[in-house]
């Protein structure tokens, strides 16, 4: 045989002459590579007798089409067009113009980090959060983790080690992604002691296990559920109360981090951190990225004799915030520090976006796309999400689209460029605009003409 097509293959050499913008773009290691790959994937199904194209320009196209996919990041950007503002799956919280600059900032130059400029020596990380927690929560002071559960596990391990915690069974809990608080209890050496019943605890329940034992009584915000009709719960301050008296502490897990009144915009009231330092709580832990609306961090609150603890613990230094975060975290609270979050922070206008401006959006978009009678406006609801105000919704209006196939157009959406998270109901893809932001919607009317035209 002389034209076997084995032979007829292009060198590497050959190829890489052509594959100049590849290695421009890629490199030139990794351009190798790819042709090699694709080489000898070529030279394999032609010794199978399959009919594959095996000239220079295939061979080209098919390594960029390998280069292209190997270097799409798998952590990328996407349109969250689910209703959903504390998406656990899509990072929860999108951050304010003023910490993406923040973060910019630190992340770009050297910074005061652990430097005191006054004394031109070495300070700690952990006065610049301090200064802006104090200012916004009222607390005496203030610690910054890597994220609420080491906030809790921290509090645990430093202030009741081989000492016993008293929780409500109805509070006995599981966050989500395996966090437990019996689990979390096992790991920082303190002993769990349960009282009451999983729908009612009272102060007597609590009175009766205060032994000298009992380090602390810890309360868990039920923060991804919800228990209704025959419940009860002992009030905070009364659980404060009851605590100093036998010589304990009350530790408050908030969990969400809402230093503003959900119930404002219709939601359910969601504990706030202020009103549990009121209540007498001597410190509460809660989360960066839920309602407060920060990067992901852990954060604590209350009494400075128990913070100074907890930042001597080694597991501090273990669990120590970096940089960006602490940036990004101190920009967010400013704004509440001005009275300006509603306006600033993603999370807060979502939660706060007026159903008309919502309706307006949706219209906008069903004429932008040119969906005709498929493309209708309808009324739904968005959800706060990420372990917060379980089961509360939001009145809001949906885009929803009438194609052949949702579940195949709702595939087609996540493959698109950005790729677009959108929700499937009644065999309609649904859209909702409380959370795609504001710079996004051009694009996703792109993305969705395109794909409802083709
Ligand atoms: C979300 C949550 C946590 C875990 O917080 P992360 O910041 O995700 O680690 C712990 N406790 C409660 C009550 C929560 O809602």
């Known amino acids: 045989m002389t034209d076997n097509p084995l032979r007829a293959l292009p060198a590497i050499d050959t190829l890489l002459h052509d594959a100049a913008a590849l290695v421009e773009r890629y490199g030139r290691p990794a351009v190798v590579t790819a042709l090699r790959t694709t080489l000898d994937q070529t030279r394999a199904k032609l010794r199978a007798g399959e009919a594959v194209p095996a000239d220079q320009a295939a061979i080209l196209d098919a390594a960029a089409i390998r280069l292209a996919r190997d270097f799409q990041p798998t952590l990328r950007s996407v349109i969250n067009a689910t209703g ?33 400029l006054d004394a031109g020596k070495r300070g700690s990380r952990l006065t610049h959060p301090e200064r802006a927690l104090q200012a916004v929560t009222g607390a005496e002071a203030a610690l910054v983790v890597n994220n609420n559960a080491s906030a809790v596990l921290l509090i645990l391990s430093a202030l009741a080690h081989g000492r016993e915690v008293i929780i409500s069974r109805g509070q006995l809990i599981e966050i989500g992604g395996g966090f437990r608080i019996p689990d979390v209890l096992a790991q920082s050496g303190a002993h769990l002691v349960e009282v009451g019943t999983t729908n009612k605890t009272r102060l007597a329940d609590f ?126 609270l400013d704004h509440y520090r001005k009275g300006e979050a509603v306006t600033h922070i993603p999370v807060w206008r979502m939660i706060a976006a007026p159903l008309d401006k919502l309706v307006a959006t949706a219209q906008a978009w069903a004429n932008e796309i040119g969906g005709g009678a498929a493309a209708q406006v309808i009324v739904g609801e968005s959800l706060v999400g990420g372990g917060s105000l379980p089961g509360a919704t939001l009145p809001t209006v949906l885009l929803a689209l009438d194609v052949p196939n949702a579940t195949d157009f709702a595939a087609k959406l996540r493959a698109a460029d950005p790729p677009v998270i959108a929700r499937v109901a009644d065999r309609r893809v649904l859209f909702d605009p409380r959370t795609v932001l504001p710079a996004q919607a051009p694009i996703l009317t792109k993305v969705l003409y395109d794909l409802y035209n083709s």
Not at 235 to 251: E, N, Q, R, T, V
């Open 207 to 332: 009175e009766r296990a205060l032994t000298p034992a009992a380090a602390l009584l810890l309360r868990a915000h039920a923060s991804n559920f919800k228990q209704i009709g025959f419940v009860e719960a002992p009030p905070l301050d009364g659980l404060a109360k009851l605590a100093h008296k036998h010589g304990a502490l009350l530790i408050d897990d908030v969990g969400s981090g809402a230093l503003l009144d959900t119930a404002v915009y219709g939601l359910d009231h969601e504990p706030t951190v202020q009103e549990s330092l009121a209540a007498g709580a001597d410190l509460v832990a809660f989360s960066g990225d839920k309602l407060l609306g920060a990067p992901q961090a852990g954060i604590i609150v209350g009494k400075a004799a128990l913070i100074d603890k907890l930042k001597r613990h080694p597991l501090a230094r273990a669990m120590r915030a970096d940089k960006l975060c602490l940036a990004g975290l101190i920009a967010t």
């Open 84 to 116: 959903i503002i504390l998406h656990t799956n899509l990072g929860r919280a999108p951050l304010s113009d003023a910490a993406q600059a923040a973060i910019t900032q630190a992340a770009a130059n050297y910074s005061t980090l652990e430097y005191d």
